[in-house]
């Protein structure tokens, strides 16, 4: 072909936060819209990153759209800093953004992005957490064409979402929705608070901290800002259900690690095939597991 | 047992990293890497697929995401887009003139001869498809003869260096609606999101990127039936097309350089006019980066579909603008297969958590070992 395409001389010549100027500013804009509708999902015209998309590139455009020296981010995917996805991102940012310092404490991070958990303990005003999503719209479930949504989102019309709902009911008995549990935001927008438990749901609701949300792939940014109510569908008599962790006994199952009892646990089969349940949240499982040590050092 | 089983993620990353690059080498101590000119040159229609699903022209980056990627065209054009990702947008390009192309290859389906004449050029659709044994084991001196022998054996032709468009012969007898004469401005899918209904030149803007089979399917779909574009092809042009931009200093319109292209024109059955003019044959276009027959011909084909579909409403899912338009990106289809590799632990507990509650209230006993 043409021997005057010449490579890029330097490969790491890339601006702070890998993006270029004009997109961030487009982010940060598109940004200032979903803040100002609550829960109204804006299209903006996401950017390829380099990892791939379902891999919280939504996300990830804004973390780097808002992060600048001074922040200290946190990455986590199932609640794990460890996780290689978590790994993966962390670096990248680390990689793009000299000057970021990143931690694996939920208190001292300034921006938190993280894959299907919300950490345990409660967010400040002080912090932001940035949400990876996949599906940013809950009528998806009951309604394929993208252009009759947004129709129904403007009416506020949910009434196939209840109807679902309800028959779920009448068929198992259970409303069957597991996680990305439909959130009505400030009495209007129903959202999908992305692929979080219905444990971590409640956590939406008049928090502290502004919570973003970013779907890279289906190039849509939305928002709960702090202080905005965020209350799941339901009916009036029957009441929305967390994921129970109780015993065959009723007996509310605690970490095997840090014995706490309070957390969202992941299920775990040994070798043997016995269960085992431990905190999905490595920071406040690392926390309870340091308090706990210290209370028995006290002691002896 | 560790914490999680995802524990020492960083080492796993790089040690992922480590793998690849061994298998990329297995050859051994008998191996000689790849240079970014064999790729460019020999794998030419790899090299095309991956300019044009990338979005991007630069044939030598597209041969080291190629060599990078070893091979995969998903994860090479993945990476071009995402090192499109790291430049401004400059300037936005007047209208090119696709009569001006510099062809290699240009043919019609529609008649026998056409004003400049057919020329087949470099095309493998009349090859018999016989596997050519003489290459497996090809000497560099054979390899270079031929190009040269080639070369040697032109005959001076009187060739001109560009063609008319048959889609101008047939436009001046009246059988094709008239080019409007105000081009609307276009829609730019990399600065803008799509939101439905979307103009005309936001759907082919996306063709243009899109992925090769995804395209072909689609549009396979209505070939077949699901759809009745019937399609004949007026032209199939493949070339250099210069690219002019303005001068940044006088706003002159230079000759910036040259992108090798494939572009196609269908002519499809007349339809009754909305404004009371007489019935023309209609239009399908498809235009992409390299050379790629198969994603000019599918783009054609769609893009006359989508017309009618946005006129009509869609009966089939060819003729459906959301859905052609958000299905065919490479990056976007392949990212997210991909990503369910990625552990879906917290979900799949809620899940679980779901299935045993609903199961308890029919009154199944839960069993399994609890340590």
């Not at chain 2, 000497?139 to 889609?167: G, H, I, N, Q, W």
Request: with cysteine; aromatic share 8%.
């Amino acid at each position: 072909m043409n021997p005057g395409y010449e490579l890029p001389q330097d490969e790491a010549g890339y601006s702070f936060g890998f993006l270029d100027e004009f997109a961030k500013r487009e982010i940060r804009r598109t940004l200032l819209k979903a803040i100002s509708i609550p829960g109204y999902q804006t299209p903006y015209a996401s950017r390829e990153m380099p990892m791939g998309r379902g891999f919280g590139t939504g996300g990830l455009q804004l973390t780097l759209s808002l992060i600048g020296p001074g922040d200290t981010l946190k990455v986590i995917d199932q609640g794990a800093d460890d996780s290689v996805n978590a790994v993966n991102l962390r670096h990248f940012v680390e990689l793009t953004c000299p000057g970021v310092d990143t931690t694996e404490r939920t208190h001292e991070a300034t921006l938190i992005q993280s894959r299907h958990r919300i950490p345990e303990r409660a967010l400040t005003e002080q912090q932001v957490l940035v949400l990876q999503v996949p599906y940013p719209d809950p009528l998806v479930i009951v309604e394929p064409s993208e252009a009759r949504r947004k129709v129904m989102h403007g009416e506020g019309d949910y009434s196939r979402l209840l109807t679902k709902l309800y028959e779920d009911i009448v068929q198992f008995d259970e409303i069957t929705i597991s996680h990305r549990y439909p959130t009505r935001i400030n009495g209007h927008y129903v959202i999908d608070p992305s692929p979080i438990p219905r444990y971590d749901v409640p956590r939406l609701h008049q928090s502290r901290a502004l919570v973003l949300l970013g779907a890279g792939r289906e190039k849509k940014i939305y928002a709960v800002p702090p202080y905005t109510d965020a209350m799941p569908l339901v009916f009036d008599d029957v009441p929305f259900r967390i994921e129970d962790f109780r015993d065959g006994q009723g007996h509310r199952r605690a970490c095997s690690r840090c014995g706490a009892t309070d957390s969202f646990l992941d299920e775990m089969i040994a070798d043997d095939g016995s269960k085992t349940w431990q905190c999905s949240d490595s920071d406040y499982c690392n926390e309870t597991l340091a308090t706990r040590t210290a209370q028995i050092e006290v002691t002896a | 047992m560790g914490y999680v089983a995802i524990k020492g993620g960083g080492r796993a990353i790089r040690g992922a990293e480590a793998a690849l690059d061994a298998l990329r080498t297995a050859e051994g101590e008998a191996g000689t890497p790849l240079t970014l000119a064999a790729i460019e040159q020999q794998l030419r229609l790899l090299t095309s697929r991956v300019v044009s699903e990338g979005g991007l022209y630069h044939p030598r980056l597209a041969a080291l995401a190629i060599k990078q990627m070893q091979g995969d065209t998903l994860e090479a054009a993945f990476a071009l887009r995402a090192y499109r990702s790291t430049k401004p947008r400059l300037l936005e390009a007047p209208l090119q003139d696709t009569n001006r192309m510099r062809l290699i290859r240009r043919i019609s389906s529609a008649f026998k001869d056409i004003p400049g004449g057919q020329m087949l050029g470099p095309t493998y659709d009349y090859a018999l498809r016989l596997m050519r044994l003489d290459l497996a084991d090809e000497s560099p001196e054979a390899f270079r003869r031929v190009s040269r022998r080639f070369m040697d054996e032109m005959p001076d032709s009187d060739l001109p260096d560009t063609f008319p468009k048959v889609v101008d012969a047939l436009r001046a007898e009246g059988l094709l609606p008239p080019v409007a004469a105000q081009p609307q401005e276009a829609f730019d899918i990399t600065r803008d999101p799509l939101v439905f209904p979307v103009p005309r030149s936001a759907a082919l803007a996306t063709m243009a990127r899109a992925e090769t089979g995804s395209l072909l399917a689609i549009a396979y779909s209505n070939m077949r039936g699901y759809g009745d574009v019937h399609p004949t092809i007026a032209e199939l042009r493949v070339g250099y097309l210069p690219v002019m931009l303005p001068h940044p200093v006088t706003g002159e319109l230079i000759e910036a350089g040259e992108v090798l292209m494939t572009e196609c024109e269908v002519v499809a059955m007349y339809e009754r006019d909305d404004h009371d003019g007489p019935p023309v044959f209609t239009l399908g276009y498809g235009a992409c980066f390299g050379h790629n027959e198969v994603k000019a011909i599918s783009m054609a084909i769609l893009d006359r579909a989508l017309q009618k579909g946005m006129r009509d409403g869609p009966s089939n899912p060819s003729e459906d603008p959301e859905f052609v338009l958000l299905h065919v990106d490479g990056v976007d289809s392949m990212g997210f297969a991909n990503h369910y590799k990625m552990p879906h632990y917290v979900t799949f507990q809620s899940d679980m958590d779901r299935l045993r509650t609903t199961q308890s209230q029919s009154g199944v006993e839960q069993k399994g070992v609890e340590a």
